[in-house]
């Protein structure tokens, strides 16, 4: 019965889109079987009528289940989390969970939203051709910082603890991209770029990862 | 008993901050009281040594109850949420929580990052004197469509239906900064000017508001 219910899953996702990353990850280990639906964001995809239909705000990742549509990986992690109890995202503890939506929100609200693809255009036209990596850069470094300060009292082998929680699911796309596309130097946030090499040696992260993607092009994949 | 625990809960704010307005509202609705520690953004004083130390990414609110220290306006809301159980700040059927995390989502992954006092000076100072309000202006009427279009089938008295869930204590103070900062006409976002009318007649709503709280400059006191 299970099965059959996660059968209807469908994502909607971009293979670099570290939003949508966040929510492969997590259906991934909660072994949920979803269909994969590539929007491609650098041709527009997500301004069609149709994808708008489906997601007024025109961004990935979009979860359908039956007649629930829900956009935003917050929201669509949080769903999942509610639904399919099985590998809990969040620690029994409040503070422990407090700290998971901290560490989640600096990367979906203090970091994420400056390195997008329409704000790196705005920058690139307004201010120049470097502009806009020079820019990315300089968010990612700030919002590092200050994960390295709040992460250094309760990190483990992984953000807060020694099991995988929603900050992980987080935190794991957003230190790929600004490897994998912006070149940020990770020597300098140790503790970031310790727990991405754990990230790396699961299964479910690795296989949510953007060069592991049906839609990922042929010379980036893995 | 519950009344000495909460005695101790403080909440570190700007009267302004549409981020802190939002867990003030919280507050409110669960009845909680709070000492109300003001901190001057525009005096810079949360880039000092003692706050820093306090939330290291530098902003506001945070939430400190006896040992635990939390700042992100989401994360203090689901801490609250957790703990403090009356007055739920969520629905219990799971497609509507969604739509709630939804929508608080927009407002502060999509709308507020673009609005902050760091990017409105970057904007000023690298585009010219007024392109930070035309740049947050921009933002907001992005996102305001998109809550329009998103809330259309779910909205009732308020945002999600006819009580009041978390997405109004997102949506409240974005609409009210909307108007009395950025000067956007709210003609064209009608769903959002009606709750946002609804949100005025609630006690709980207005005591949050900016011109009402301890650090308000007379000029703009209520």
């Known amino acids: 019965m299970a099965g ?19 929510v492969r990850i997590g259906l991934n280990l909660k072994g949920l079987e979803y269909e994969y639906v590539p929007v491609n964001l650098l041709k527009g995809e ?26 935003d990986s917050f ?24 700290i998971n939506y901290q560490a989640a929100n600096i990367v979906c609200s203090s970091i994420q939203p400056y390195q997008n693809i329409s704000i790196l255009k705005f920058m690139k036209e307004k201010l120049g051709p470097d502009a806009d990596f ?11 910082a200050a994960l390295e300060k709040l992460l ?7 953000a ?14 957003q230190i790929d991209g600004a490897i994998r596309i912006f070149k ?13 090499k754990a990230y790396l040696e699961l299964p479910a992260f690795r296989d949510a990862m953007p060069g592991r993607q049906p839609d990922t092009p042929a010379e980036h994949r893995d």
């Open 4 to 22: 059959e219910e996660s059968k209807k899953l469908k994502l909607y996702s971009d293979w670099l889109s570290s939003c949508a990353c966040r």
């Open 46 to 71: 997500q301004q069609t009528p149709e994808f708008l239909k489906l997601n007024p705000v025109g961004f990935v990742p979009v979860l359908v289940d039956g007649d629930v549509v829900l956009a």
């Open 75 to 98: 929201a669509i992690l949080m769903y999942l989390e509610e639904k399919f109890p099985q590998h809990s995202l969040l620690p029994k503890d409040l503070h422990g969970r407090g």
């Open 134 to 144: 020079a820019w990315a850069r300089d968010q990612i470094r700030r919002g590092f």
């Open 152 to 158: 250094k009292d309760y990190s483990g082998k992984y």
């Open 160 to 173: 807060t603890g020694d099991e995988v929680f929603l900050a992980d699911l987080f935190l794991a796309p």
């Open 184 to 196: 940020v130097d990770m020597d300098e946030f140790p503790l970031l770029a310790r727990i991405f």
